[in-house]
């Protein structure tokens, strides 16, 4: 079961969730934090790394992984996208998976690139 898996090196995350809002002909983003989520995190291999380009151009290198329950609430899109803090530094969520198969453990996984 993947609750094994996570619970073999458990992490408790909170995840902030950024909103666009409108604002007078434009927009303005509103900060949430959500409640603490046990997770996994794992590096990525510095020889197996991919880049992303973020939605304000920025090129950055996916550094960091979650490894989670399949009901993890965890979003990247347009108009909200989430990050979290570990050991001081901030970690934007550019990515998310979720399998739903009876072939292998039911999970969500996701993708983070240091802020």
Known sequence: ???????????AITITRHTKVANAGGFSWNDVALAAQTVRLYFHDTRNQRE???????VKSVVLGILAEIDADMVVGHNSWDSFVIDGREYRIVGVRRYDDINIPQCSEADCVAS
């Open 1 to 11: 079961m993947i609750t094994d898996i996570i619970n073999a090196d458990p992490t």
């Open 52 to 58: 992303i380009m973020l939605p304000e151009g920025e």
